[in-house]
T-cell receptor, first 108, second 112 residues
Framework: AQRVTQPEKLLSVFKGAPVELKCNYS??????LFWYVQYSRQRLQLLLR??SRESIKGFTADLNKGETSFHLKKPFAQEEDSAMYYC??????????FGKGTRLSVIA | GAGVSQTPSNKVTEKGKYVELRCDPI?????LYWYRQSLGQGPEFLIY????????DSGLPNDRFFAVRPEGSVSTLKIQRTERGDSAVYLC??????????FGPGTRLTVL
């Protein structure tokens, strides 16, 4: 079965410091990977997906098939980045498989 | 345009009661998904509709859970004989021609 692992439940960084939220997946094929974010009292929303190769709010994520990873990175954390971040895997038109999430706390 | 909406936002019920949770997807989206999110966990898949039919219901935990989408738009998740372990946030998502799933705000179900 497909699996997504986010090893850190909580990550605290100082404002301006680099951020890396880890995500590893288990799937032998070519999955599509996503990062979803949930800000306080808001709904889950898409942050970015690997096929679009874009940077959203300064975040980027590179799919590394050799290491089966899709880590989320940002060079300089901002206070407004504090949120729950979920990595998710998708096979074509199937339900998303989510990791357990990482809470990012950016300290001023 | 309007996003995915879910009602009610909160539901408190007693053990053994029946509940219905409603999801209004984004207009025109053919795919609709139900997920359940327990405390400290990521969303877990329950059931997926393509149009009116359930394309995959493998995530439903047991036969107390059932969902319908009779006209291919609004969906209702039904839970019979609720148990305390059913307490969670129930999320609905919809997608159109692309793969991106758009989520509703969720219904927080509490079973006393």
């Amino acid at each position: 079965a497909q699996r997504v692992t986010q090893p850190e439940k909580l990550l605290s960084v100082f404002k301006g410091a680099p951020v890396e939220l880890k995500c590893n997946y288990s799937y032998s094929g070519s999955p599509e990977l996503f990062w979803y974010v949930q800000y306080s009292r808001q709904r889950l929303q898409l942050l970015l997906r690997h096929i679009s190769r874009e940077s959203i709010k300064g975040f980027t994520a590179d799919l590394n098939k050799g290491e089966t990873s899709f880590h989320l990175k940002k060079p300089f954390a901002q206070e407004e980045d504090s949120a729950m971040y979920y990595c998710a895997l998708l096979l074509s038109h199937t339900p998303l498989v989510f990791g357990k999430g990482t809470r990012l706390s950016v300290i001023a | 345009g309007a996003g995915v909406s879910q009602t009610p936002s909160n539901k408190v019920t007693e053990k053994g009661k029946y509940v219905e949770l409603r999801c209004d997807p984004i207009s025109g989206h053919t795919a609709l998904y139900w997920y359940r999110q327990s405390l400290g966990q990521g969303p877990e898949f329950l059931i997926y509709f393509q149009g009116t039919g359930a394309a995959d219901d493998s995530g439903l935990p047991n036969d107390r859970f059932f969902a319908v989408r009779p006209e291919g738009s609004v969906s209702t998740l039904k839970i019979q004989r609720t148990e305390r372990g059913d307490s969670a946030v129930y999320l609905c998502a919809s997608s159109g021609t692309g793969d991106t799933q758009y989520f509703g705000p969720g219904t927080r179900l509490t079973v006393l």
